[in-house]
């Protein structure tokens, strides 16, 4: 049986002007992919006008809440004691937003009631990733 943990974070999207836009989202993640993290971001807040998800490794936020970490599309770093920046990249440009840095190590916490850290299934996440690769279009 799968187990997902999600939780709904209220964000904020720091745009070119220095301006600070409030942003939803929810964090997600499941034992069905244990290494991996999802961020999910309803249509309201997408240029194209559907919602968005974001993958990147548990990892990459576990080191981000305590240093720059991350290289390609996802970077994460702490902005002071309270908040926690999430910088995405792609094709279409890049989206800086910042999120209270509890909430997302009490996230990060409920995921290893989940899985913990050094304990996930990496033949199941193999054989998922090897399945995605390889299935017919």
Known sequence: MDVTVEQASHGRLITAEQQELPVSATFRYTDADPLAVHVDFPPDVT???EGAT?????TLLEAG???PSGSG???????????????FHSARGMALLQFDTP???RFLLRTY????PGEED???AVDKSLNALFRPA
């Open 73 to 87: 599309d996802v970077h994460i770093w702490p902005c002071g004691r309270d908040r926690t920046v999430l910088e």
């Open 113 to 116: 009631a989940v899985v913990a």
């Open 122 to 124: 990496l033949t199941a």
């Open 65 to 67: 809440l305590r240093g």
């Open 54 to 58: 974001w993958t990147f490794g548990r």
């Open 47 to 49: 240029l194209d006008g």
């Open 103 to 105: 909430a997302l190590r």
